[in-house]
């Protein structure tokens, strides 16, 4: 039973696919709860309010998943829950609307002073001539980050008779024009704009775009909005140009520390504030909900996540026609790992036929979490592979190739490490399922499944009696036998599956076998 721990406020009714679901049990309660057993914990849903850093993973060692219900994940530590092979989920565009309407009335709101007049008025004042606002129609909206939210935000600017300036480097001018926006560069919306909104994520290039020197490039009387994260506005800079007059007035929901407590805005009467209100909506809170929940459902039930941070997207469809192939690279992966017996230096993979149509980056990740599985204490999967790889100082190197010696596909993958040197290649055949075709330089053919036995000998009469002989007085069943060689009477290959694990006993006593050049035992599981 997955025990899914739901730590911050989401909406309960969002959270229906995972009341349904008979694997799993919801715990709602915050990670600080001294109830919660944190190192049972498979699923930690979450929104901005807990901040889920090294030191909280640290404590949950069987977490395979995060959900933030809301797009922000940057109250997730995501390289460290990646290091853990932790998948991060995001519900990407449920509060979409709910945000560009609260920025919408949030830019009303200050032109029109209406939290100040509100005030005013519930204090018994009618003070009419202290609250003359200004027009939205005719202005100029500056929008920095044009994704989701802020293209939502230019619609709505545009039916109000604003004209919009945007500036995201990442916006292609097709995109521009179908929005109806003027592309620009930053110091163009800068200079030109009566109001500048940032709606951008808070990265290490976005933390204080707005600063003393780009606030300086603005015109007198400019306003600013800020409902995207706490610090792409630099907080000290804004108050400053606000004191200093140049700023006429702000709107801001979010701020760099939650909740700010007595913070140096506030003493501004021309800036208005709200909690982090942006996606406060019964219909987004629903949305993110859902949306997260049957992730979470979906990535239990073996199924590919939509909205993973940290993985590739894959439909459905794709998903299904990766599937052999995915179970056929972790095999490789596992059956390498357990015949090369030092560290490996490169892996070299080739993918060739109907397979490299597919997302072959995918099946390399699968390959090498099938490679590390038994060697290394981490849990390796297709969120941390590569990283694990690269931290070992493996190079991985990926080829398509239209070579795929006879079969309709086959993945070829050869491992160096200093003494040795191995390549396995296999194959899907339908109906028929995955088959080993080559192992270190011989042709063969059986399946990789269960528990097998690899010997490599020289090819005589009698070695394989010999070998039959000890697995007999032994009680071992031999449930299937392959055999492969180069030329008569050289190296050859015998690959035996067993219907259970090969006791040390047995191994010892083919070892010391005449003829017999290596043994491998090899768990496929
Ligand atoms: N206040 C709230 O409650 C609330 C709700 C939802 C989202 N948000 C925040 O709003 C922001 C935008 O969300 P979204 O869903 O529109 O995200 P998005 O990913 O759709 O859009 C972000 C845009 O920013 C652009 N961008 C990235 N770096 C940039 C840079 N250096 N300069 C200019 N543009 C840059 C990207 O190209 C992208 O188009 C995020 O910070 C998100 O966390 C806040
Ligand atoms: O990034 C987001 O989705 C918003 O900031 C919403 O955050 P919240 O879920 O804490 O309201």
């Given at each position: 039973?997955?025990?899914?721990?739901?730590?911050?406020?989401?909406?309960?009714?969002?959270?229906?696919?995972?009341?349904?679901?008979?694997?799993?049990?919801?715990?709602?309660?915050?990670?600080?709860?001294?109830?919660?057993?944190?190192?049972?914990?498979?699923?930690?849903?979450?929104?901005?309010?807990?901040?889920?850093?090294?030191?909280l993973l640290e404590k949950m060692p069987q977490l395979k998943i995060i959900a933030r219900a809301g797009v922000g994940v940057d109250n997730i530590?995501?390289?460290?829950?990646?290091?853990?092979?932790?998948?991060?989920?995001?519900?990407?565009?449920?509060?979409?609307?709910?945000?560009?309407?609260?920025?919408?009335?949030?830019?009303?709101?200050?032109?029109?002073?209406?939290?100040?007049?509100?005030?005013?008025?519930?204090?018994?004042?009618?003070?009419?001539?202290?609250?003359?606002?200004?027009?939205?129609?005719?202005?100029?909206?500056?929008?920095?980050?044009?994704?989701?939210?802020?293209?939502?935000?230019?619609?709505?600017?545009?039916?109000?008779?604003?004209?919009?300036?945007?500036?995201?480097?990442?916006?292609?001018?097709?995109?521009?024009?179908?929005?109806?926006?003027?592309?620009?560069?930053?110091?163009?919306?800068?200079?030109?704009?009566?109001?500048?909104?940032?709606?951008?994520?808070?990265?290490?290039?976005?933390?204080?775009?707005?600063?003393?020197?780009?606030?300086?490039?603005?015109?007198?009387?400019?306003?600013?909005?800020?409902?995207?994260?706490?610090?792409?506005?630099?907080?000290?800079?804004?108050?400053?140009?606000?004191?200093?007059?140049?700023?006429?007035?702000?709107?801001?929901?979010?701020?760099?520390?939650?909740?700010?407590?007595?913070?140096?805005?506030?003493?501004?009467?021309?800036?208005?504030?709200?909690?982090?209100?942006?996606?406060?909506?019964?219909?987004?809170?629903?949305?993110?909900?859902?949306?997260?929940?049957?992730?979470?459902?979906?990535?239990?039930?073996?199924?590919?996540?939509?909205?993973?941070?940290?993985?590739?997207?894959?439909?459905?469809?794709?998903?299904?026609?990766?599937?052999?192939?995915?179970?056929?690279?972790?095999?490789?992966?596992?059956?390498?790992?357990?015949?090369?017996?030092?560290?490996?230096?490169?892996?070299?993979?080739?993918?060739?036929?109907?397979?490299?149509?597919?997302?072959?980056?995918?099946?390399?990740?699968?390959?090498?979490?099938?490679?590390?599985?038994?060697?290394?204490?981490?849990?390796?999967?297709?969120?941390?592979?590569?990283?694990?790889?690269?931290?070992?100082?493996?190079?991985?190197?990926?080829?398509?190739?239209?070579?795929?010696?006879?079969?309709?596909?086959?993945?070829?993958?050869?491992?160096?490490?200093?003494?040795?040197?191995?390549?396995?290649?296999?194959?899907?055949?339908?109906?028929?399922?995955?088959?080993?075709?080559?192992?270190?330089?011989?042709?063969?053919?059986?399946?990789?499944?269960?528990?097998?036995?690899?010997?490599?000998?020289?090819?005589?009469?009698?070695?394989?009696?010999?070998?039959?002989?000890?697995?007999?007085?032994?009680?071992?069943?031999?449930?299937?036998?392959?055999?492969?060689?180069?030329?008569?009477?050289?190296?050859?290959?015998?690959?035996?599956?067993?219907?259970?694990?090969?006791?040390?006993?047995?191994?010892?006593?083919?070892?010391?076998?005449?003829?017999?050049?290596?043994?491998?035992?090899?768990?496929?599981?």
């Amino acid at each position: 039973m997955y025990q899914i721990l739901v730590a911050d406020a989401i909406s309960e009714d969002g959270l229906q696919p995972l009341l349904d679901f008979k694997n799993g049990q919801l715990i709602i309660k915050k990670v600080t709860d001294p109830d919660v057993e944190l190192d049972k914990v498979d699923a930690l849903l979450v929104r901005s309010a807990t901040q889920v850093t090294n030191d909280l993973l640290e404590k949950m060692p069987q977490l395979k998943i995060i959900a933030r219900a809301g797009v922000g994940v940057d109250n997730i530590d995501v390289t460290a829950a990646t290091k853990r092979g932790i998948i991060v989920v995001n519900a990407p565009d449920g509060n979409t609307i709910s945000t560009a309407e609260h920025t919408f009335a949030m830019m009303a709101s200050l032109m029109r002073n209406i939290p100040q007049a509100h005030q005013s008025v519930k204090n018994l004042e009618w003070r009419r001539n202290d609250f003359i606002g200004t027009e939205l129609y005719g202005k100029m909206l500056g929008i920095l980050g044009m994704g989701r939210i802020g293209s939502e935000l230019a619609k709505r600017a545009k039916v109000f008779g604003m004209s919009v300036h945007v500036y995201d480097p990442f916006l292609t001018k097709e995109r521009a024009n179908k929005l109806g926006v003027e592309s620009s560069s930053l110091d163009e919306v800068l200079e030109l704009a009566d109001i500048i909104t940032v709606h951008t994520p808070l990265t290490p290039q976005t933390k204080g775009l707005i600063n003393e020197d780009t606030l300086a490039k603005t015109k007198k009387g400019v306003y600013f909005l800020n409902c995207a994260r706490g610090g792409i506005i630099d907080e000290d800079a804004l108050a400053k140009f606000l004191g200093n007059g140049h700023v006429a007035g702000a709107a801001i929901d979010v701020f760099v520390t939650e909740p700010p407590g007595e913070h140096q805005l506030f003493k501004f009467d021309n800036v208005i504030v709200t909690p982090h209100l942006g996606a406060s909506t019964k219909e987004a809170q629903l949305n993110v909900a859902t949306q997260v929940a049957k992730e979470v459902r979906t990535y239990f039930e073996d199924k590919p996540v939509s909205n993973s941070i940290n993985l590739p997207a894959m439909s459905r469809d794709i998903f299904e026609k990766i599937r052999p192939f995915h179970h056929l690279s972790t095999k490789i992966g596992l059956i390498l790992s357990q015949c090369i017996k030092e560290g490996i230096d490169e892996l070299s993979i080739t993918y060739s036929g109907t397979v490299s149509d597919l997302e072959t980056s995918y099946l390399t990740k699968a390959l090498l979490a099938g490679f590390f599985k038994n060697r290394i204490d981490v849990h390796v999967n297709e969120v941390n592979a590569l990283l694990t790889a690269k931290e070992r100082g493996i190079t991985i190197g990926e080829k398509i190739s239209t070579n795929s010696f006879g079969y309709a596909n086959a993945i070829s993958v050869t491992a160096k490490g200093e003494k040795q040197h191995y390549s396995i290649r296999g194959t899907y055949i339908d109906h028929y399922g995955p088959r080993i075709v080559y192992l270190n330089d011989f042709n063969i053919d059986f399946h990789p499944e269960g528990n097998l036995l690899y010997i490599q000998h020289m090819d005589r009469p009698g070695v394989i009696g010999r070998v039959g002989k000890i697995l007999g007085d032994n009680e071992v069943n031999i449930a299937t036998m392959q055999v492969g060689r180069k030329q008569v009477g050289g190296e050859a290959i015998m690959v035996l599956s067993f219907d259970k694990p090969l006791d040390d006993e047995s191994l010892t006593s083919l070892t010391s076998l005449d003829d017999i050049v290596s043994l491998n035992r090899i768990r496929i599981n």
